[in-house]
Structures are given as C-alpha cells and as structure tokens.
C-alpha cells in the first residue's frame, strides 16, 4: 500500500510530467497536514531553482509564516 502522502508526491509528479518536465513531486507534512507542494518547473519557468523541493518548501514556509521547518517531513518521488 502506498503511503497517502507518496501518493500525493506522486499527483505532483503527474503535473511536471504533462507539462514535458522531468516528472518529480513533492509535499511537505506537518503533524499529518500537507502544507507544502511542489512539481518540477525548470523548462516552463526557465529558472534553475524550480525544483519540486524548492517550491515545495517555499509553500511550506509560506502556510506557517516561518522559514523553520521543525517536525516537518518531505516526500519526494526521486531521491536527491
């Protein structure tokens, strides 16, 4: 059985991928609440740094007003 927050990683995954990026998602869970989200995004966007991760942990900082991501767990579908 899938852990529901891969499969949630995976959904992200699905977006790059229809979008002829390389398929990588990833989400960010706290205390079992995604709050941070994420698909590759370097060919649409042109920008290096629109990795999965990187904007998944932008949306994460953003939802608790903190650059601290204590007790946090990301799921990603591909290993850094």
Known sequence: MINKFMEAALLEAKKSYQLGEVPVGAVIVKEGQIIGRGF?????????????????????????????????????????
Request: charged share 25%; hydrophobic share 35%; aromatic share 4%.
């Open 40 to 80: 590759n995004q370097k060919e649409s966007t042109n920008d290096a740094t629109a990795h999965a991760e990187i904007i998944a942990i932008k949306e994460a900082c953003k939802t608790l007003g903190s650059w601290r991501l204590d007790d946090c767990s990301m799921y990603v579908t591909l290993e850094p």
